[in-house]
């Protein structure tokens, strides 16, 4: 078992190192590649799809990207003996969400981030994965300027992190600064409302109220 994890690592480790040097174009030559091996089995041919749909997306090719992710959920749902399987197709629902809020296709990213927790709940899991659907839920609510249902998302995911993780958690810091941004979004809002309560009235302020949020 150990030899077959680590010939894999080997497989993948030229591509990953071009992916995490930026060279993403590169890096989509190698996975392609790869994809053309005959013996390719099902276990690594879900990481090269998986792989080629990060590196679509840091291209922006996010369409690629959705379509590659879907073809990894595909192999993943055929296969019964992948090691942790059910959390990778977890995972790749959470990718695809995350996808479409970049497309700022906001419906389709609330379905999917919907669809990894109904996933999570057919088996036992780390809390890690609900904590990580929790921020990117946040994250679109913020982006459709939801501000109260993100903040309530953001500060599930921090309850989650704060029993399974230490006070040093690196992304802590990263969840209390979008907080920080979402708190910020929120007090300009308050003022702009204020300042348009003050300004109009009746309809009038209605109107221009809800063509600015």
């Not at 190698?30 to 390719?40: A, E, M, R, T």
């Not at 659907?133 to 953001?154: C, D, G, P």
């Not at 209390?176 to 979402?182: D, E, I, K, S």
Request: charged share 20%; net charge negative; with cysteine.
């Amino acid at each position: 078992m150990t030899s077959t994890v680590a010939k894999r690592k080997d497989l993948f480790s030229p591509g990953d190192w071009l992916y995490w040097s930026c060279e993403y174009l590169k890096a989509r030559e190698y996975f392609q590649d790869i994809l053309k091996q005959p013996s390719l089995n099902a276990s690594d041919l879900s990481r090269c799809y998986r792989s080629l749909a990060a590196v679509e997306v840091e291209l922006k090719n996010y369409d690629e990207a959705i379509k590659l992710y879907e073809q990894q959920l595909d192999v993943l749902q055929k296969m019964s003996d992948i090691e942790n399987q059910l959390e990778a197709i977890t995972w790749c629902y959470i990718s695809i969400g995350k996808v479409y809020w970049l497309k700022s296709n906001f419906d389709e990213a609330i379905a999917y981030q919907h669809r990894a927790l109904e996933h999570i709940q057919s088996y036992l899991t780390s809390p890690t994965q609900i904590s990580a659907v929790y921020k990117n839920l946040a994250n679109i609510f913020t982006s459709t300027k939801e501000f109260q249902i993100a903040l309530e998302y953001f500060e599930k995911a921090l309850s989650i992190d704060d029993e399974c993780h230490p006070k040093n958690y690196l992304q802590f810091g990263q969840t209390y600064a979008n907080m920080g941004t979402l708190t910020e979004s929120l007090r300009s809002l308050s003022k702009r409302s204020q300042t348009i309560i003050f300004l109009f009235n009746g309809s009038t302020c209605t109107k221009f109220f809800n063509s600015i949020i």
